[in-house]
């Protein structure tokens, strides 16, 4: 079992930037693969980016250049840095942990991108 706990959102200006963090709790916490998704209003849930226990990311194309996806094994965390962020990434940011059947999801943190 892994809990994980986002944190980080709030209101920032276009332009700007913000970090979210994921705490986990659970055992093996470096052998799955952790990724932060975004579910925007009226729209489904989105991979943004996903860091393997290899170092392996992926990102997807509106999060390339502008986003970096890290994690810290030792203290179990993963984050998200965002950069020149935009309007269209308002959204709730999901951290997820997934191992083969395995998956689990955070309760989400709000971003908010307006001036």
């Known amino acids: 079992q892994v809990q994980l706990v986002e944190s980080g959102g709030g209101l920032v200006q276009p332009g700007g930037s913000l970090r979210l963090s994921c705490a986990a709790s659970g055992s093996i916490f470096s052998a799955y693969v952790m990724g932060w998704y975004r579910q925007a209003p009226g729209k489904q849930r989105e991979l943004v980016a996903a860091?393997?226990?290899?170092?392996?990311?992926t990102y997807a194309d509106s999060a390339k250049g502008r986003f970096t996806i890290s994690r810290d094994n030792a203290k179990n965390t993963v984050s998200l840095q965002m950069n020149s962020l935009k309007p269209e990434d308002t959204a709730v940011y999901y951290c997820n942990a997934w191992l083969i059947s395995l998956d689990y999801w955070g309760k989400g943190t709000l971003v908010t991108v307006s001036s």
């Open positions: 860091l393997t226990s290899g170092g392996t990311t």
